[in-house]
């Protein structure tokens, strides 16, 4: 499964870390770690098969795109089957993926601000569920950035929580 560590730096930066952007999505095995920084109200999507040791991780950006887009990983709603597509092309069930979601947070005053976190976590729930994907593991909401260190060898989930407050929020 996924267990969530809650710390204020990565333990372990011997082991070959892949790092994801805003609007991207990358897929690992062991014995790597995934990596994905200043989590706002954007969302980290960690899609894992715990038996096969193989995960991918998203930084999405916005719920859902206004228009057509040619970039499935800025937007969580395109996102997640996307990831899921590539990794049953990598021979995965989905059957067998378990789930987390970590940022979502409202760090600005801005009312528009607290929707988007508010709504990315909304998002990715609703579509892990209609994708059959549990979700087992969740840091959301807030007020505060995260960085995120995923250890595809043991499922544990590293969430880098700053020691202070951002904007005020």
Do not use: Q, W
Not at 55 to 81: F, G, Q, R, T, W
Not at 131 to 152: C, M, N, Q, W
Request: aromatic fraction near 6%.
């Amino acid at each position: 499964m996924i267990e969530i560590i809650k710390t204020n730096k990565y333990p372990d930066m011997t082991r070959p870390k892949i790092n994801v952007g805003i609007g991207d999505c990358k897929i690992a095995s062991n014995p790597h770690i995934l990596a994905t920084y200043s989590l706002g109200s954007c969302v980290a999507i960690i899609l894992y098969e715990p038996h096969a040791k193989i995960a991918a991780l998203i930084h999405a950006l916005l719920p859902e795109p206004k228009s057509s887009s040619d970039n499935p990983y800025k937007y969580v709603s395109s996102a997640i089957p996307k990831a899921v597509e590539e990794l049953e092309s990598r021979g995965i069930r989905k059957s067998m993926l378990v789930a987390s979601v970590v940022g979502g947070a409202s760090i600005l005053k801005s009312t528009m601000s607290m929707l988007i976190g508010k709504r990315n976590i909304e998002t990715a729930k609703s579509v892990l569920k209609t994708h059959g994907i549990k979700l087992v593991a969740e840091d959301t909401g807030g007020s505060h950035s995260r960085s995120v260190y995923f250890d595809v060898a043991n499922g544990r989930l590293f969430v880098i929580i700053p020691k202070f407050k951002l904007f005020g929020g």
